[in-house]
T-cell receptor, first 113, second 113 residues
Framework: AQSVTQLGSHVSVSEGALVLLRCNYSSSVPPYLFWYVQYPNQGLQLLLKYTSAATLVKGINGFEAEFKKSETSFHLTKPSAHMSDAAEYFC???????????FGSGTRLSIRP | DGGITQSPKYLFRKEGQNVTLSCEQN?????MYWYRQDPGQGLRLIYYSQIVNDFQKGDIAEGYSVSREKKESFPLTVTSAQKNPTAFYLC????????????FGNGTRLTVT
């Protein structure tokens, strides 16, 4: 069985500050992990994915995530927040079933001017 | 450009009426999915289809029905049996492998009064 936990339903940072969105997963098989971003009233867009090739994964818009097996974590970071980063972010895991991807409950990121 | 088209963007219905949400993709993907999104609950899988003329129930299939007569199309019907149909509905597709990311449409917001 697989599951995803996103710590913090809402994160607020100042423009230019570090963004850190937390994701912990549980998986009985080697996981594939994803981060998606959703802007208001739109669908989800893939930010990045981990497929075991490298533990540090770089995505679009300056985001990156590091896979830490010992901590079962896949936290999303960005060194300097921009106003356009305000959105909802979803962590997801897949790996073993045909219905595939399990999503976390999401973290809403707000950026303060 | 390839993508997923969901229509309409907004839909209003009276309680007791069935309503069908459209989803069309031109990505040549075999697998298609329907998710329901409610505030603070992430995405929940309603139905998925991995091949034409075949589909499987997801986690919350009660009160919904689907068909997959063509590879490009995967319409979702919200029936009067669905107790809380007001939600944001997202259609997605992927290439079928466990590490294939989902491609999403821009969603349909259904309001039932």
């Amino acid at each position: 069985a697989q599951s995803v936990t996103q710590l913090g339903s809402h994160v607020s940072v100042s423009e230019g500050a570090l963004v850190l969105l937390r994701c912990n997963y549980s998986s009985s098989v080697p996981p594939y992990l994803f981060w998606y971003v959703q802007y208001p009233n739109q669908g989800l867009q893939l930010l990045l994915k981990y497929t075991s090739a490298a533990t540090l994964v770089k995505g679009i818009n300056g985001f990156e995530a590091e896979f830490k097996k010992s901590e079962t974590s896949f936290h999303l970071t960005k060194p300097s927040a921009h106003m356009s980063d305000a959105a909802e972010y979803f962590c997801a895991v897949s790996g073993s079933s045909a219905s595939k991807i399990i999503f976390g409950s999401g973290t809403r990121l707000s950026i303060r001017p | 450009d390839g993508g997923i088209t969901q229509s309409p963007k907004y839909l209003f219905r009276k309680e007791g009426q069935n309503v069908t949400l459209s989803c069309e993709q031109n990505l040549n993907h075999d697998a298609m999915y329907w998710y329901r999104q409610d505030p603070g609950q992430g995405l929940r899988l309603i139905y998925y289809s991995q091949i034409v003329n075949d589909f499987q129930k997801g986690d919350i299939a009660e009160g919904y029905s689907v068909s997959r007569e063509k590879k490009e199309s995967f319409p979702l019907t919200v029936t009067s049996a669905q107790k809380n149909p007001t939600a944001f509905y997202l259609c997605a597709s992927d290439g079928g492998a466990y590490n294939s990311p989902l491609h999403f449409g821009n969603g349909t917001r259904l309001t039932v009064t």
